[in-house]
Structures are given as structure tokens and as C-alpha cells.
């Protein structure tokens, strides 16, 4: 008797899904007319899903290598913030490239071209100069003997 009422209730169960499932795809989408798509549209995304990034902003990897230390880690630039800032994000293990990079959250487009990454209370970590195709090299500190390479 158990077993009979169990599947009763798995198979009423399973015809309710389906026939939500239809009338949700042929239930209309209400548009309200107080929202204008153009602006809409061009408002950042908002809540736990914005920093995965959007078809004009895609994240980006770098191997980040220190030539004097001889160590490599990967790095990313996420979505972007503003129109000259984007997320960034370094694992704990590229302390031993830079000291501090794993503190680095920020990586802004100064108007030279150069590029600071920063932490978030805003004190700068690196800044990088373009170089050549998809890498950055380290310019301040001057010590510092970095090279970031995009990775595909």
C-alpha cells in the first residue's frame, strides 16, 4: 500500500512539472512600459552574477612570471567596474612572484596607457606598460622584473 500511494505521488508530481513547464513557455512575458530597454540595457549588472563579466568586457588570464625569482603564477582580469577599471583577481600563491599581488583587486587603464593594479583601499601594487601583443611588463617599482602574458 505504501509503495502504491509513493507512486502516486512521484507520478502526480511529475505531471504537475510538465504541465507547468508548457504553460510557463506559452504563458506571455509582460513588459512593462515603464522600463526602457536602450537604458536598460546599458545599466552594469547588478547582484551576485556581475563580476562574471559581459561580451564587451571578457575576463582575461595572464601567467604573471618574475624572471629574478624565477616563479610563475596566473592572474585575472574580471568584468569591468568603470569605464577604466576593472576587477582583478591573484591567488595566494603569487605572493612568492610579488610580494603583495595577491592583495591587488583593482587593475586600472591610466590615460598613458599604463596600467596600475591596486588593492582595495587603493594603494598600487604594480604598474605595468603595454608591451609587446598581449603581455605587460612592470615599470614601477623599477625592481621589479615582471612580465604578464595573456594566455588564450
Known sequence: MKAYL???????????????????KQAPV??????????SGTT??????????SAASPPAVYSV??????????????AA????????????????????LAKATNWTQNEDGSVTLSTVHGAPVLTLVRGKSFSYEAADPVEA??????LP
Open 44 to 53: 552594469p549588472p547588478a547582484g551576485p552574477f556581475a563580476r562574471l563579466g
Open 65 to 78: 612570471s618574475n624572471f629574478a625569482r624565477k616563479t610563475v603564477c596566473l592572474v585575472e582580469r574580471g
Open 6 to 24: 509513493l507512486a502516486v505521488s512521484v507520478g502526480s508530481a511529475a505531471v504537475a512539472v510538465v504541465a507547468l513547464s508548457l504553460w510557463m
Open 145 to 150: 622584473d615582471l612580465a604578464l602574458l595573456m
Open 30 to 39: 509582460a513588459v512593462d512600459p515603464a522600463i526602457d530597454p536602450i537604458i
Open 81 to 100: 567596474l568603470t569605464s577604466r577599471s576593472r576587477d582583478f583577481f591573484a591567488p595566494p600563491d603569487c605572493e612568492s612572484v610579488w610580494p603583495g
